[in-house]
């Protein structure tokens, strides 16, 4: 079945640098829409960025230029690498599948001196 898990989260300082991975079973990544997004406590769901089928790749603005988001075909993993993390930043980070909404139970990232 289609499972996706989320890793990588923590708790790192502003400025600093993470990198998500999602793992992905029950299909190729290679073949699908992935997205990643972001819930942080008390608010809504805010995509952060997409790669699609063909591997181009799309960011929303307050992360443009600080986040980069990758696939490793081979693995079957997805990566999100964030880097001049800022505190507005902390979130639980989810990969999804676009095609059935399918994700993982997230990765929790805070930003915080």
């Known amino acids: 079945q289609v499972q996706l898990v989320e890793s990588g989260g923590g708790l790192v300082r502003p400025g600093g640098s993470l990198r998500l991975s999602c793992a992905a079973s029950?299909?190729?990544?290679?073949?699908?829409?992935i997205v990643w997004i972001r819930q942080a406590p008390g608010k809504g769901v805010e995509w952060v960025s997409t790669?699609?089928?063909?591997?181009?790749?799309v960011y929303e603005d307050s992360v443009q230029g600080r986040f980069t988001v990758s696939r490793d075909n081979g693995k079957n993993m997805l990566y999100l690498q964030m880097n001049a993390l800022k505190p507005e930043d902390s979130a639980l980070y989810y990969c999804?599948?676009?095609?059935?909404?399918?994700r993982g139970p997230g990765t929790l990232v805070n930003v915080s001196s």
């Open positions: 999804q599948r676009v095609v059935g909404a399918f």
């Open positions: 029950g299909f190729a990544v290679s073949a699908y829409d």
């Open positions: 790669i699609n089928a063909a591997g181009a790749t």
